[in-house]
Every structure is written in C-alpha cells, then in structure tokens.
C-alpha cells in the first residue's frame, strides 16, 4: 500500500479473493473449491482466525474470460477490499491476475502448474513437472513399460508448456514423445485427435486437459475403444471427473497429485471425515482440486502468523520458516513453492487405487531446476 501499512490493517477482518472456476469447462471444480475453502475459514477462525481476526471470503469466478477477470481482482486489490488472493484457476487466469497482485498482496495459487512462476508475493501450492508428472512418467516406464507417449492438452498455457518440458526431458526420462495434439478449451470435436493416436506409436497418452473437457474426451477415448492397450495419465483429475467420464471412461487411467481422498494417512482420512461430517450428504465431491483450496488458505494463515503480517515484503522475509500440517501431512515452503507428498494412482472404476509415493526427497523445484 502506498503509506505502508499492510492492507486492510483497520479492517477487523482478513478478507481474501477466493478466486475459483464457477463456470467454464473447469466450472465442475468450483464447488467443491468454495466448499474446502469454507471448511478452512472454520477452522482457521476456531484456531483463532489470521493475525487474531476473523476470516472473511469474496467469490471471484475464475471462469470468466481473462480481461474480466483481471479487471474484479484489480478493483479488489487496488480499494484495499481484499487482503490476499487465493484460489485454484487456469494458468491463463494466474497471468492476468498477477499484474495487479505482485508487490501488493500475497496470492496463493493452489494448483500444480508448468512451472516459471515468481512475481512478487506469489506462493504455489502444487508441484511443478519435475515433482509430479515427471516421477509419474518414470514410474510407468519402469514397472509398466511404457515409453511411446502422445500428449493431448486444451490449447492454453499449461498444456503447451508441459508438453513442451516434456518433450525437453524425455531422454532423461527414458521416454519419446511421438505426438502432440491441442483442442480448444470447451471443444468436443475429437474425431481427429483419436485418429492422430490410432495412427501413431503411442503405447500410452498423456491428457492435459481441463474439468468437463477432460471427461468428455475420456469418454470418447473409451468408445474408439483406445482405452483397451493404451494407457492414459490424466494430471486434472479429480473425483468430480470420474463421475462426469462414468465407469466406463476410466480404465486405464492414472493420475499423480498431491492429494487423495482415500490414503491410508491419518491426516488424509480426518479430513475426508471432517468434510463429510460438517459440510453433509449433499457436500460436493470432495477432490484433489478443491482440497488445493484448503491448503491454500493453510498456508496463506503460515505466512502471515510467521510474519506477523501479512505485507508482502514481511511475508517475504519470514517464508523460508514456513510450514504447517494439513491433509497432505507436513508442507513447507521452499523459496514461492512448497515441498509436500506426492501419489500416483490408478483409477478403479469411479474410485482410485493408490500405486505409488513418488514423493520427491529434497527441496522444491521451480522452473529450471
């Protein structure tokens, strides 16, 4: 702020842009977001809320077109409305926002992403390639054989940058990428996609694809019948997208994250009973997606009790001292990212099998390293 002061420092709340996808084709995320972000405010506030005072959120739909939104968290950040930014949301969404958040207010961006990210105040929840799909890739050449990979993605940034590091690292990685294909976020037309896979090499696919896209493609997958010798690993995966694929979209499909409702860790399982409890039959889908949320509004409460504030330079200084427990066990910051599990599983009809911790030992890893 320009005098100095932490922003809303005579507000007797902390107010935070819960920036999630409430439309779109990563609309099926949203509820689910909204509702791990309130059962986080709760707890935070039982805990004391941040800095001794109550939490309070504003729904931002990260689904609307990017000037748009670039424009509601602008107004937010610049009248001093919001505190910090948190949310789960497209990589297209994270670089409209972060012109109007860096050197501001801390935003907390909850999802794995391609990687490169470090504007001023900006910390990242999830794992980039060399920490979650990179592992995953090696796991499934060693104990599955499979080395002939062609990757499907919507058209927008993090698809092309992944598979662009991918491709970068498939000689280290033991494996060839022998094809690439982008459909527009929101298209349905995959006739020629699965015909590009038909013809190829490719012993296994690779989806880089987004929410109701990503199901709509699993099933056309399964009805060209590709889904009987070639693998897919999915790295948008959630709960919510087994459902909208169906049972009969889903074999052969495996997915890496941070996050599974179903591991056997007693973090894992308190909270997956906690959501249900609290939140009730007709909660949302509890998912890997919208549990990023709450360890978003996790860590963005360590961040500030560490700095004793929640200014972006203060936060800065205090950040390397940072970590907290949570659902996904013990997370600490290491430099804008965080170190923390990561699980490879396959998928079981609606449900996942847990195969594999890939969890990477030693510090976090950004873009380069």
């Known amino acids: 702020m320009p005098d100095g002061r932490s922003p809303g420092a005579l507000r007797p709340t902390v107010d935070i842009a819960l920036v999630v996808p409430l439309s779109g084709p990563a609309g099926m995320f949203g509820p689910s977001c909204e509702a791990c ?11 004391g809320g941040i800095l001794d005072r109550p939490v309070r959120l504003h729904a931002v739909d990260a689904g609307a077109p990017p000037p748009v939104l670039a424009a509601r968290v602008r107004r ?8 910090a930014v948190v949310g789960w949301h497209l990589s297209d969404a994270r670089r409209a926002i972060t012109p109007y958040t860096a050197g501001r207010v801390p935003y907390i961006y909850t999802t794995f992403y391609e990687g490169g990210e470090d504007s001023a105040g900006v910390y990242m929840v999830g794992e980039t390639p060399e920490r979650q799909l990179f592992p995953a890739l090696r796991w499934l050449r060693a104990e599955y054989g499979r080395r002939r990979w062609c990757i499907v993605g ?11 590091r991918t491709t970068e690292f498939a000689s280290v990685l033991g494996i060839e990428i022998v094809g690439s294909v ?15 896979i ?13 929410g109701a896209d990503g199901a709509a493609f699993n099933r056309a997958y399964a009805r060209a019948g590709l889904d009987a010798d070639r693998i897919r690993l999915g790295m948008m995966i959630g709960e919510d997208v087994l459902y909208a694929s169906g049972a009969s979209g889903t074999r052969g499909l495996f997915t890496a994250c941070g996050y599974l409702e179903g591991i056997a860790s007693a973090p894992a399982l308190e909270f997956g009973a906690r959501y249900a409890r609290l939140l009730g039959a007709d909660a949302p889908a509890l998912s890997n997606i919208g549990e990023s949320c709450y360890e978003g509004m996790l860590l963005l409460a360590a961040l500030a009790e560490q700095a004793r504030s ?10 390397a001292r ?33 195969l594999a911790d890939l969890t990477p030992r030693g510090r976090a890893n950004s873009a380069g390293e």
């Open 76 to 83: 937010l950040v610049s009248t001093g409305a919001v505190d």
């Open 310 to 319: 929640l200014e972006v330079g203060a936060i800065a200084r205090a950040a």
């Open 198 to 210: 038909r013809d190829s090499a490719a012993d296994a696919v690779l989806m880089l694809m987004v």
């Open 154 to 164: 919507n058209d927008y940034i993090w698809p092309r940058e992944t598979a662009r």
């Open 182 to 196: 982008f459909v527009p976020l929101g298209g349905r037309n995959f006739r020629p996609v699965l015909e590009a």
């Open 37 to 47: 972000a309130a059962l986080a405010v709760a707890d935070l506030d039982a805990a």
């Open 322 to 354: 940072v970590g907290y427990r949570g659902p996904r066990g013990e997370v600490r910051v290491h430099g804008a990212h965080t170190t923390q599990p990561v699980y490879l599983a396959e998928v079981d009809a609606l449900d996942f099998g847990l």
